[in-house]
């Protein structure tokens, strides 16, 4: 897992292509403006746009992905996002359509980052988490871009 300020990206330089166009994509003046849903941007590049409030912790189950990273950038507002290392094929018998699988527990001890505006946090697959968990100091409607990025 990565965590930084988009305003740091250039550190990531080292990165394959996919994920430069996905930073790329994030430093662009209207992400505020964007409508939710899907936009597409490269090749096993795209983005998920979304408006939510954010919820407690047990209401939401890990997901792991297999095909896809996570770059899961904040817009507005702010929200914890749990990660915690797993073995991807412990849950791939649990995946749903797409590259998902969600599950109650992970199997191992879980780490609790903190998303704030203007800030991402690269999830690999191997990395279970639970994204969009109230951080109990933001109340509102948090706007925020997944962008998907095939490795």
């Given at each position: 897992?990565?965590?930084?300020?988009?305003?740091?990206?250039?550190?990531?330089?080292?990165?394959?292509?996919?994920?430069?166009?996905?930073?790329?994509?994030?430093?662009?003046?209207?992400?505020?403006?964007?409508?939710?849903?899907?936009?597409?941007?490269?090749?096993?590049?795209?983005?998920n746009?979304?408006?939510?409030?954010?919820?407690?912790?047990?209401?939401?189950q890990?997901?792991?992905?297999?095909?896809?990273?996570?770059?899961?950038?904040v817009?507005?507002?702010?929200?914890?996002?749990?990660?915690?290392p797993?073995?991807?094929?412990?849950?791939?018998?649990?995946?749903?359509?797409?590259?998902?699988?969600?599950?109650?527990?992970?199997?191992?001890?879980?780490?609790?980052?903190?998303?704030?505006?203007?800030?991402?946090?690269?999830?690999?697959?191997?990395?279970?988490?639970?994204?969009?968990?109230?951080?109990?100091?933001?109340?509102?409607?948090?706007?925020?871009?997944?962008?998907k990025?095939?490795v």
């Open positions: 897992m990565i965590k930084d300020h988009i305003s740091n990206a250039a550190r990531y330089a080292g990165l394959p292509e996919g994920f430069q166009q996905a930073l790329s994509f994030l430093q662009r003046d209207d992400l505020g403006s964007l409508e939710c849903g899907r936009v597409d941007i490269a090749e096993g590049v795209f983005a746009i979304a408006s939510y409030e954010p919820v407690p912790q047990d209401r939401k890990y997901e792991q992905h297999f095909e896809y990273a996570d770059v899961q950038f817009v507005e507002g702010s929200e914890f996002l749990i990660e915690a797993c073995n991807p094929d412990d849950h791939r018998d649990q995946a749903l359509e797409g590259d998902c699988a969600l599950c109650d527990d992970p199997g191992s001890v879980p780490s609790i980052v903190h998303l704030q505006e203007g800030t991402f946090v690269i999830v690999w697959p191997g990395e279970a988490h639970k994204p969009g968990l109230s951080d109990g100091l933001f109340s509102g409607t948090v706007k925020k871009v997944v962008v990025v095939r």
